[in-house]
């Protein structure tokens, strides 16, 4: 175990494994508490943020990225809708191959994958999306022996930084003791996950660094929206007082005009008068901000989830909204593939790495949603091809059709045909037949009859001559694209099949048949004859 090392050639550190390296102190560098870069933000202090996190510190923008999605309902809406349409996939696993200690290991990755927390731990891995890459510290447990992920643990992001040579590495703020020097980060013991929504540097990849200036126009319009609510959402209050009102009068008008839209009440004298003048183009006003918000809020979805169909109520009807789901279900796609490949790398071939030894051969992890049959189509295909000789799994058939493998003592269905013929009537032949229909002697006393003796001796010859032709026949199938491809391929490939054996054996056959026949002719004269002279 002490010769092992991670992707980037580190070697492995076991005393590090079963403890807690990444937890927050309240003196050193990785903080619980966080800052607050969103107050007061402007294009200038957001411009000099990107560009530091650019330059190797991406505390500030990481601490901005949280924020946005705490403050923006409809940007927390959208990612929260994103990573959870991964995080809730069944997550399946692939056996390295066919051998048992393969299908072993699998089945223990199967197990541990039952883990109720499994959801939770998915949705963390899958900040990424956001932030452009997330951090899970993996906690080993090896108290009975092996060596077991016992749970895997979300880390702050703001407690990491990056090496500053290709600004690509993470590394470890205050290292594994929590000094001032940041380290890289333990081999075996995290899962960095990074999930691109464009090609670049980690900081730089992620749908917060798209979203941000969205956000920050959106809070501008936001709050000068509210401004304009709350300076023309009620009228303007006029009050008028005569030439001869004293300065007690003057500020009995005033608190009454003050205090008449909290009050909705206000006493004044006779003699003095309030009047209400309401702005002509507040709703115009108000329309305007509510276009640029809504505006921005589409935008932000089109970076989410590649669509806007789904989240904000626009015309086009059914059509529309199914075409925008398939950009979004691309996207959950590609989410997936990248999520499974962190897993694999991260998590899967370390723990067999620890538990056996390096292999050449490590169990998969496979996160996707189950495609949909065509049932009716795989049924007309089989229906057409097994009678041509296409040799199919009957398990493989009943997994796509969701029927499960029948017990020994079930009642099965079977084609009313099929049921004639494989069970015939066994009535008794009744005394008055003619003799001619009676079956020949030799093949009473036999219990079958000679061409169906001959059929069964050839049986074998006949499936090896086969075998050649429906080898071909299977390679056109698996090959083809649909039924019509396939027909054209087997009507130009009809010509070089092999079929001089298959030929040679239904001559014989014919042959034996006719011979077969010829002597039941035989067999039955000498039986008139024999009946004949008995009379």
């Not at 890289?184 to 670049?200: D, T, W, Y």
């Not at 540097?201 to 941000?212: E, F, K, N, Q």
Request: glycine letters at 6%.
């Amino acid at each position: 175990m002490t010769g092992l090392v991670d992707q980037h050639g580190r070697p492995l550190r076991p005393e590090l494994l079963t403890r807690e390296i990444a937890v927050p102190t309240l003196t050193g560098v990785r903080s619980p508490l966080t800052g607050y870069p969103a107050d007061g933000l402007t294009p200038d202090t957001l411009a000099d943020l990107l560009r530091e996190a650019d330059q190797g510190e991406p505390l500030r923008y990481f601490e901005l990225a949280e924020l946005i999605e705490e403050r923006d309902l409809h940007y927390a809406g959208v990612l929260g809708t994103r990573k959870r349409s991964v995080a809730q996939i069944d997550i399946t696993v692939e056996a390295a191959s066919d051998d048992a200690e393969d299908i072993r290991r699998a089945d223990m990755v199967r197990e541990w994958l039952k883990r109720d927390e499994l959801s939770d731990e998915m949705f963390d891995i899958l900040d990424a999306i956001g932030k452009g890459i997330s951090f899970t510290e993996i906690l080993w447990d090896r108290s009975e022996g092996q060596w077991w992920p016992a749970r895997l643990e979300w880390r702050d992001p703001r407690w990491f930084t990056f090496d500053r040579h290709n600004l690509r590495n993470p590394l470890l703020r205050g290292g594994i003791d929590g000094g001032a020097v940041a380290e890289p980060l333990p081999p075996f013991k995290f899962i960095v996950a990074q999930i691109k929504a464009k090609s670049g540097l980690p900081v730089r990849s992620g749908v917060a660094r798209l979203a941000v200036w969205s956000w920050m126009f959106k809070a501008f319009t936001q709050r000068d929206w509210a401004i304009f609510t709350q300076t023309y959402g009620q009228p303007v209050r006029i009050g008028k007082f005569h030439g001869g009102a004293t300065k007690e009068d003057r500020a009995t008008l005033f608190r009454a005009v003050a205090n008449i839209a909290g009050d909705c009440a206000a006493i004044i004298p006779n003699s003095m008068e309030i009047e209400f003048v309401e702005a002509k183009n507040v709703t115009a006003g108000a329309e305007l901000y509510e276009k640029r918000a809504d505006w921005l809020d589409r935008q932000v979805s089109k970076a989410v989830l590649g669509q806007t169909t789904t989240t904000d109520a626009v015309s086009g009807g059914h059509a529309v909204a199914q075409e925008h789901r398939q950009v979004q279900a691309d996207i959950e796609t590609a989410d997936c593939k990248s999520a499974a490949a962190v897993l694999n790398r991260d998590l899967v071939r370390p723990w067999f790495d620890l538990q056996y030894g390096p292999s050449k051969r490590y169990p998969r992890l496979i996160i996707a949603r189950p495609q949909k049959e065509d049932l009716k189509q795989l049924t007309d295909s089989l229906a057409q091809l097994v009678p041509l000789g296409l040799r199919v799994e009957q398990s493989e058939v009943r997994d796509k059709l969701g029927l499960s493998d029948p017990a020994s003592d079930a009642e099965l269905l079977r084609s009313a045909s099929r049921e004639a013929i494989s069970s015939p009537s066994l009535a008794p032949v009744p005394a008055t037949q003619p003799t001619s229909a009676r079956p020949a002697l030799h093949a009473v006393e036999a219990g079958h009859h000679p061409a169906e003796q001959l059929a069964d001796a050839m049986l074998p010859d006949a499936a090896a001559a086969m075998e050649d032709a429906a080898a071909t026949i299977e390679t056109m199938l698996d090959r083809a694209s649909d039924l019509g491809e396939f027909r054209a391929m087997m009507s130009a490939a009809f010509g070089a099949l092999a079929r001089d054996d298959l030929g040679r054996v239904l001559a014989a056959g014919l042959a034996a048949a006719h011979a077969a026949g010829r002597s039941d002719l035989v067999d039955e004269s000498e039986d008139d004859e024999t009946a004949a002279n008995g009379a």
